[in-house]
């Protein structure tokens, strides 16, 4: 399949429920398969085939920012 897997800094998130908010927006998207999502990193991996703008996206409208890093 060659699933491909991205970095994102996610700026926001402050406690865990960020952090689902995130994992989940995620995971909605059609071709993820998978979201690792680290508070105090401020990060998240998605490994899947679902196009960036996509995910920063749904990022962006849970209300936090992501770029690929
Ligand atoms: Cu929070």
Redesign the pocket.
Known sequence: MGNRSVQLKIEG??????VR?VTEALKRIRGVEEVEVSLSEGRAIVVGQAPLEQLIAAVQEEGYTAREV
């Open positions: 998130m402050s406690c865990n429920n960020c908010h």
